[in-house]
Nanobody, 129 residues
Framework: QVQLVESGGGLVQPGGSLRLSCAASGSSLGYYTIGWFRQAPGKEREAVSCISTSDISSTYYADSVKGRFTISRDIAKNTFYLQMDSLKAEDTAVYYC?????????????????????WGQGTQVTVSS
């Protein structure tokens, strides 16, 4: 069992920045891959970025956020972050932290797949002037 709690969402102007946090707890966290997903109104949930818990160099970014978002982790705190810079109106969505058992970042973040084992409650990000 894994518990995920997101924080850090809010309202920001276009071009601004936000940092989302995901506090993870539970057993065998080292066997999970962690990802950030988002869902805008009327759209399907999509993968944003994923990171391996065993190899910090193993990350994946959706093309829409590459170069603007950065995923990272503080393993001592079991906390994962999504730094979002140069935000655009189209980044507006509910952002979810997710965990998937023994998988690669490429598989977890594959487009249209969306099959994590555990989800957080989500945090709203609104980009608007």
């Amino acid at each position: 069992q894994v518990q995920l709690v997101e924080s850090g969402g809010g309202l920001v102007q276009p071009g601004g920045s936000l940092r989302l946090s995901c506090a993870a707890s539970g057993s065998s966290l080292g066997y999970y891959t962690i990802g950030w997903f988002r869902q805008a109104p009327g759209k399907e949930r999509e993968a944003v970025s994923c990171i391996s818990t065993s190899d910090i160099s193993s990350t994946y970014y959706a093309d829409s956020v590459k170069g603007r978002f950065t995923i990272s982790r503080d393993i001592a705190k079991n906390t994962f972050y999504l730094q979002m810079d140069s935000l655009k109106a189209e980044d507006t969505a509910v952002y979810y932290c997710a965990a998937e058992w023994i998988t690669t970042v490429q598989a977890m973040c594959a487009p249209h797949r969306v099959k994590p084992d555990y989800w957080g409650q989500g945090t709203q990000v609104t980009v608007s002037s």
